[in-house]
């Protein structure tokens, strides 16, 4: 149990014991008083029950203002999405306005807008190496200032995307071995990743990364940004020309029972989510028990005046 205000509860028990100190006393000097005069005490302790009833309720109440709350496990419906997005140079290209990257992320900051709160969010941003810039998460809006932190920079590895976004998922490093040995990394049918980027690679067993993915029951929705005519970008003084290729694009989502969405046609990406097999969690959550301890408290301060009226005409 946690309380937001212990001060209170303190001051609150220290007045209850307090009142409690004060009934003993002045039940004791009745009875003494009582028996000096010859006079036998009128129903025994049982005369103050109802002194001890409202000493209890203003105990309870005293807790009751402390702001307890229970932790309670209480299960919600809950799917994960990784949005791994190209920051490689060529997405500095203007094939699609105002660059590839500033369009990945506008459309990826749509998406994330059309998400329900059931599905936990994350983002990796990947060029040669990749890089978890928000783990999963119900706050939407963590993943959305992770989007916009992204910056132009490397080259490009599509199979370290992957990789990178099966280990956010699954919260443990996944990668292929050199050899090409594809790790077991279990089941996981309740996550998602969506891939932004404009298909160029350099590096990483792309193929095999994917059978990873496909293997773990993980879908991947891949999406094409950039034009497939192209653009040139500066790198380190060098104009390079770059393009869109779908090709490797479509075979990581066919691979994974994903699909391949050109960047005009992302408005279908809020489709996504309803393939997403959400699974059952369970989290603990606060449960304020104030309103119930006041309703207790009530019940016994009314019990109490009712007693000590009935049997000594007052209400103290």
């Keep these: 149990?946690?309380?937001?205000?212990?001060?209170?509860?303190a001051v609150g028990l220290l007045v209850t014991a307090a009142l409690a100190w004060a009934a003993v006393v002045s039940a004791r000097r009745r009875t003494a008083a009582l028996a000096a005069a010859g006079v036998a005490v009128p129903g025994g302790r049982r005369a103050y029950l109802g002194v001890g009833l409202t000493i209890a309720g203003v105990g309870i109440l005293a807790i009751a203002t402390a702001g307890p709350a229970a932790m309670v496990p209480v299960p919600r419906t809950a799917g994960t999405v990784i949005l791994a997005i190209d920051v490689s140079n060529?997405?500095?290209?203007?094939?699609?306005?105002?660059?590839?990257?500033?369009?990945?992320?506008?459309?990826?900051?749509?998406?994330?807008?059309?998400?329900?709160?059931?599905?936990?969010?994350?983002?990796?941003?990947?060029?040669?190496?990749?890089?978890?810039?928000?783990?999963?998460?119900?706050?939407?809006?963590?993943?959305?200032?992770?989007?916009?932190?992204?910056?132009?920079?490397?080259?490009t590895s599509l199979g370290t995307a992957i990789t990178a976004s099966l280990t956010a998922i699954t919260g443990k490093p996944v990668a292929v071995g050199r050899d090409g040995a594809a790790p077991?990394?279990?089941?996981?049918?309740?996550?998602?990743?969506?891939?932004?980027?404009?298909?160029q690679n350099q590096g990483g067993d792309v193929e095999r990364a994917a059978a990873v993915a496909q293997r773990a029951g993980v879908h991947i929705h891949t999406v094409g940004v950039g034009t497939t005519a192209g653009a040139t970008v500066k790198v380190d003084g060098y104009l390079l020309q770059t393009s869109l290729e779908e090709d490797t694009l479509t075979l990581i989502a066919q691979t994974t029972g994903g699909a391949y969405h050109p960047a005009s046609d992302t408005a279908r990406l809020d489709g996504v989510a309803d393939t997403i097999d959400l699974r059952l969690t369970v989290s603990d959550e606060p449960l304020p028990l104030a309103g119930g301890l006041i309703g207790l408290a009530l019940a016994l301060l009314t019990a109490g005046a009712a007693l000590t009226v009935l049997r000594s005409g007052r209400v103290i």
């Design 90 to 155: 060529s997405m500095g290209a203007d094939d699609v306005a105002p660059t590839r990257l500033a369009a990945a992320q506008r459309a990826a900051r749509a998406f994330v807008a059309a998400q329900p709160d059931s599905v936990d969010i994350g983002v990796v941003a990947f060029e040669r190496g990749a890089l978890t810039t928000a783990r999963p998460d119900a706050d939407h809006s963590i993943a959305l200032a992770a989007i916009d932190r992204l910056k132009i920079t490397g080259g």
């Design 184 to 199: 077991d990394i279990g089941y996981w049918p309740s996550a998602t990743i969506v891939m932004f980027s404009d298909g």
């Design 1 to 9: 149990m946690t309380l937001s205000s212990p001060l209170l509860l």
